[in-house]
């Protein structure tokens, strides 16, 4: 999406090359180009026109510069202004200075996935900042809430309110904030019941809440996919309630996650934390660089760049890189390769991280990889002698029917190894020549072993 | 469910999230020429309401060609842009048809997490108990915590009983059991839960397709439906669940849940132009009464605010 916003915007601009400043008129076209693209990120309307405003002050008068298109020139406005309304570069902490226990306030709507937050949260007080922590369920409304937050608080090594009947929500909050004082808590997480920010009643109730309890943070719990509604949302509980804090959920999901930029702008706010798995680990701070490519369709590559250093042993890696440029890369590098490709999650997640990669993902998604197989392979190659995984053209029929019955798959599956092993070895070759530039253009075709096939192909 | 209580809780669900629009529409429309400016706001008013630009730009295109420059009330462009998106609406509007000769109809609710799965299930299991039928529930989503509870509590609440397996179980065989338990006691309708699952997560799909592929051994024609539960809030995103979740598992028909906010789930329209899937039920409340018939007037009425 952002390579064809700069595409477009490069049509747009063709006709100026080398006529100086940017003009009112040239800029009003090229901005027409970049409203579509928030609103099909799902940025709300308002804001978007917020934006474009903001845009074309800093671009009419702009220079164009002799070394890139003007828009190019456009484009790295908008990135910039993109990353400064969302907060700008780095993380916002979450506040913890108040006299214990800190209450910590969860809102939002329905289904937002304020509870799963509460869980995710409470791991991370108590495993990164060894704070001790309190979950308690607020929520009276929804079958088994309560509960939820309680099983959730268990896996999490988090104590949880004990569930008492027949209490309304205000009155939980004060139990749990008594509780907190008494016995020593440092941290008190308040999960809520979701509710409509027209629900006037349940807003009222949520006000209560906060006046009884009075929250360090109120954090509005926002699903990534949220759309234009997002300003109503946060218009509703920062009058209600005034929230201090925003959570993304859901941003594993392949949404274009525009709701952040209206949810800072209309709430002033800033998003502190995003969900990006099911897990309860799956929480982690919220990077504005790398959302603001994420907006405008151009990936996350410091997010890649961070998973992978997080989980890849750096050595390893340089040394497959060596063995790669050299031609030297064997099964055993392989499968060494694989082990980090499984530790660093699934590969449409890793692929959809990098730019421009709109075209590779289609392609992805077609062929829908799984790392599964890559664990299976992996297992073929463990089964293998050392002289086979350096060497693996003495592997014959007799050796593919030993490999196979030691790791559990058939002599097909090791076949299909080898080949793609070939395949691979192949594309490394034709990688060195492509070059980076190569890879984009051609996309994944250019690099793919055919071996790795589509999951719903029988394996 | 009353025939006039639903019309009117249906208009009172919709008219709240759509008061701002029509207040847009009201300012905007008063006795004016419909010229350029005029569509363009209109457009925007559509863009608001999550239609997305290509479809707010198709359905804004229609209105050029045939009232451009003409004067018009607010009122009048109310009632034609609500027939313009309730004739896109139109052909997708089917209730969900339970085949009593199934015994039971198998339908296998799936969506991304949150959306109003389980919610949904409870109140199909109302409406189903109130027109004399035995639904029966499957606890499918082994996975989140408290889900079973969850389910089990929608059970007492319809008086439907709810078949559940240990915590973790395998979704697809205890999907088997459940079949073989309802065709055994005679149910009319089979409402499987599932665990809410992202689309783009090719693992979880799979779990979704051997849930099927399991419960075919038993009945080669199950399950009858496949229910996509959609949440109204969501934007532009909704399309690619559809596509993902359609390829994978079929999906034979939506449910749009939260229309009682204030989003307008004009991402319904999007999609009723991009796939034709029909749309069965709107969700409009938390309770167990709170789900309506899909109709397609009302619907584009309350979208315009009419
Ligand atoms: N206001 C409103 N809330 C709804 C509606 N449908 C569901 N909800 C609420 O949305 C939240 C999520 O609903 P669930 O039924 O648990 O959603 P689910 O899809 O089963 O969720 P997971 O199983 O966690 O993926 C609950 O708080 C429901 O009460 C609706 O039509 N209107
Ligand atoms: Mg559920």
Redesign the interface.
């Known amino acids: 999406m952002f390579e064809a916003l700069s595409d477009k915007l490069g049509g747009v601009f063709d006709r100026l090359r080398g006529r100086g400043a940017l003009s009112e008129a040239d800029v009003n076209e090229a901005l027409r180009e970049v409203r579509?693209a928030l609103?099909?990120?799902?940025v709300?309307?308002p804001v978007v026109r917020e934006f474009v405003a903001k845009v074309r002050e800093r671009a009419v008068g702009t220079e164009v510069l002799d070394s890139v298109s003007p828009g190019q020139q456009v484009v790295k406005i908008v990135n910039d202004v993109m990353i400064e309304q969302l907060g700008g570069a780095g993380a916002v902490p979450l506040n913890l200075t108040a006299v214990p226990p800190v209450p910590i306030l969860m809102v939002g709507?329905?289904?937002?996935?304020k509870t799963t937050t509460a869980?995710k949260l409470g791991l991370r007080l108590r495993e990164r900042l060894r704070r001790k922590v309190l979950l308690a369920s607020l929520d009276t409304?929804?079958?088994?809430?309560q509960?939820?937050?309680?099983?959730?608080a268990e896996?999490a090594g988090v104590p949880s309110l004990p569930i008492v009947a027949g209490q309304t929500p205000v009155e939980i909050a004060r139990r749990a904030m008594d509780t907190g004082r008494r016995e020593g808590f440092d941290i008190v997480i308040l999960d809520t019941a979701g509710r409509?920010?027209?629900n006037q009643e349940l807003m009222a109730e949520v006000t209560e809440i906060r006046a009884a309890t009075n929250p360090v943070e109120t954090l509005l719990v926002v699903?990534a996919?949220?759309?234009?509604?997002a300003v109503?949302?946060a218009k509703?509980f920062n009058e209600a309630v005034g929230v201090t804090g925003i959570v993304m959920t859901?941003m594993?999901?392949?949404?274009?996650g525009?709701?952040a930029l209206s949810m800072r702008a209309i709430t002033g706010a800033p998003i502190k934390l995003t969900g990006i798995s099911?897990k309860l680990d799956g929480l982690e701070d919220f990077h504005p660089e790398r959302v603001a490519g994420r907006i405008l369709g151009m990936g996350d590559i410091v997010g890649l760049v961070e998973k992978a250093s997080e989980t890849v042993d750096q050595e390893e890696a340089e040394k497959l890189a060596r063995k790669m440029a050299k031609g030297q890369f064997d099964l055993e590098d392989y499968a060494k390769q694989l082990k980090q490709i499984t530790k660093m999650g699934?590969l449409?997640g890793i692929l959809?991280m990098l730019p421009g990669v709109g075209k590779i993902k289609a392609q992805l998604?077609d062929a829908?990889?799984?790392?599964?197989i890559l664990k299976r392979q992996g297992a073929i190659i463990s089964s293998m002698t050392p002289k086979e995984r350096r060497a693996p053209d003495i592997i014959k029929a007799s050796r593919k029917k030993r490999i196979a019955s030691g790791s559990g798959t058939s002599v097909q599956e090791v076949n299909r190894l080898l080949k793609q092993f070939d395949d691979m070895s192949t594309m490394m070759k034709r990688m060195n020549k492509l070059g980076q530039k190569g890879l984009m253009r051609h996309g994944l075709s250019a690099i793919m072993p055919k071996g790795m096939a589509p999951?719903n192909r029988p394996y | 469910m009353a025939l006039g209580g639903f019309f009117g809780r249906l208009k009172q669900g919709l008219s709240r999230s759509t008061q701002k629009l029509t207040e847009g529409i009201t300012t905007v429309f008063k006795k004016r020429r419909l010229d350029d400016e005029a569509l363009e706001e209109l457009e925007e008013l559509l863009i608001s309401a999550d239609l997305g630009t290509e479809v707010a730009a198709r359905v804004i295109d229609t209105f050029r060609r045939t009232r451009f420059g003409t004067e018009v009330t607010d009122e009048e462009i109310k009632t034609a842009l609500a027939e313009e998106v309730s004739a896109i609406l139109t052909p997708v509007a089917h209730p969900l048809v339970i085949d009593h000769a199934r015994k039971p109809h198998v339908v296998l609710v799936v969506g991304v997490n949150g959306t109003g799965k389980t919610t949904t299930i409870g109140k199909m299991a109302q409406l189903y108990r109130e027109q004399g039928m035995r639904p029966v529930l499957v606890a499918g989503d082994t996975f989140r915590a408290a889900a079973v509870e969850q389910l089990q509590i929608w059970g007492q609440r319809t008086d439907a009983p709810v078949i559940a397996g240990p915590p973790n179980a395998d979704a697809a065989g205890l999907a088997f059991q459940a079949l073989t338990q309802a065709k055994a006691e005679g149910a009319d309708v089979l409402l499987i839960d599932t665990a809410g699952r992202l689309h783009n997560r090719s693992v979880l799909m799979e779990e979704l397709k051997k849930i099927i592929r399991v419960i075919r051994k038993q009945d080669p024609e199950a399950p009858h439906s496949v229910l996509l539960v959609l949440d109204a809030t969501t934007g532009q995103n909704a399309i690619q669940q559809v596509r993902v979740f359609r390829e994978m598992v079929d999906v034979t028909g939506l449910v749009v849940t939260k229309l009682d906010g204030s989003a307008r789930g004009g991402i319904v329209v999007a999609l009723a132009q991009e796939f034709g899937l029909p749309v069965h039920a709107v969700g409009v409340g938390e309770q167990a009464g709170d789900l309506r018939p899909f109709d397609a007037g009302d619907f584009a009425r309350g979208l315009v605010g009419t």
């Open positions: 579509l609103l099909d990120a799902d709300a309307l709507l329905q289904g937002s996935g869980g409304q929804r079958p088994a809430a509960l939820q937050l309680a099983q959730l896996r409509l920010s027209i699903d996919m949220t759309g234009q509604d109503n949302t509703a859901r594993d999901g392949d949404a274009r525009g709701a099911e699934s449409s959809g998604e829908n990889l799984d790392t599964s999951r």
